[in-house]
C-alpha cells in the first residue's frame, strides 16, 4: 500500500453514517465504503454488498463471491491473505461497489446506485487508476456507460469476460460474476489480466510521487 496510508477501510473518511436512502437504512448492518491501496493501479468495482460485506465491512469478504475474487486477486499476486480473510492485505488493488448498502431481498434501484455515484466516483477520481474491473453485469453496464463512448448495452458477459474495453481515461476489463467463474474462464482472466499486468504501471504512474 501506498506509505501515506493511514488504513485500507474507507481510506477516504467518506460518511459511514449515511442515511440517503432511508429503506436500505433499515435493512443493511453498516455502510461499506472501499477498501485496499489508495496509490492501486487497478479498481474492482462489485454491484452492492452481500451478506458477508455486509458483516464485515469490507467490500468482497465474508462470502462464497467474496472468496471467490480475493482467490483471484491472490492468483494475481495483488491480494497476500488467505481468500477467507476478512481484511484482506491488498497491494497495487482497490475494491468497492456502486451501492454501498444491502437489501437482502433485492439488489439496489437505479436511484440507490445513483445516490451512491458521488462516493464511487470521488473514489475513482482520488485513486485515479489505470484499470478499472467490473465486477459482474451490473457493475459493467453503469462503467460502461460513465466510462466509453458506446452504448452501455454493447457490452454484456460472456463475450466481454477478461477483455480490455477501451474507455474515456481508463480501460475495463470486466469480470462476471467470480460465483460463477468455471476454471476455464478463471483462467482466461488470470491470462488475460497478468498481460495487462506486465506493463510497468508503477513506472508510468509515479506512484513514489504520490
Not at 97 to 102: G, P
Request: hydrophobic content about 35%; some cysteine.
Amino acid at each position: 500500500m501506498d506509505a501515506n496510508q493511514q488504513t485500507a477501510s474507507n481510506p477516504f473518511g467518506m460518511d459511514a453514517d449515511c442515511e440517503n436512502c432511508p429503506a436500505l437504512c433499515e435493512t443493511r448492518e453498516r455502510v461499506v465504503h472501499g477498501y485496499g491501496d489508495v496509490g492501486a493501479d487497478f479498481l474492482f468495482v462489485g454491484e452492492a454488498p452481500g451478506s458477508g460485506a455486509d458483516r464485515t465491512g469490507v467490500p468482497f469478504t465474508g462470502d462464497e463471491r467474496g472468496e471467490a475474487l480475493q482467490d483471484v486477486l491472490g492468483r494475481l499476486g495483488l491480494n497476500s491473505s488467505l481468500p477467507s480473510a476478512d481484511e484482506p492485505e491488498l497491494d497495487n488493488a482497490f475494491v468497492t461497489y456502486l451501492a454501498r448498502c444491502r437489501d437482502p431481498e433485492r439488489p439496489p434501484t437505479d436511484a440507490e446506485v445513483g445516490t451512491c455515484e458521488p462516493y464511487l466516483n470521488a473514489e475513482i477520481r482520488m485513486i485515479n487508476p489505470e484499470i478499472l474491473v467490473p465486477v459482474g453485469g451490473r457493475a459493467l453496464r453503469e462503467l460502461a456507460a460513465e466510462y466509453t463512448t458506446s452504448p452501455a448495452e454493447s457490452f454484456a458477459f460472456p463475450d466481454a469476460h477478461a477483455t480490455t474495453i477501451r474507455g474515456r481515461g481508463f480501460e475495463l476489463v470486466p469480470l462476471a460474476d467470480p460465483v460463477d467463474l468455471t476454471g476455464e474462464r478463471k483462467r482466461a482472466f488470470l491470462d488475460h489480466f497478468e498481460s495487462l499486468m506486465a506493463r510497468d504501471y508503477r513506472q508510468t504512474k509515479g506512484r513514489r510521487s504520490r
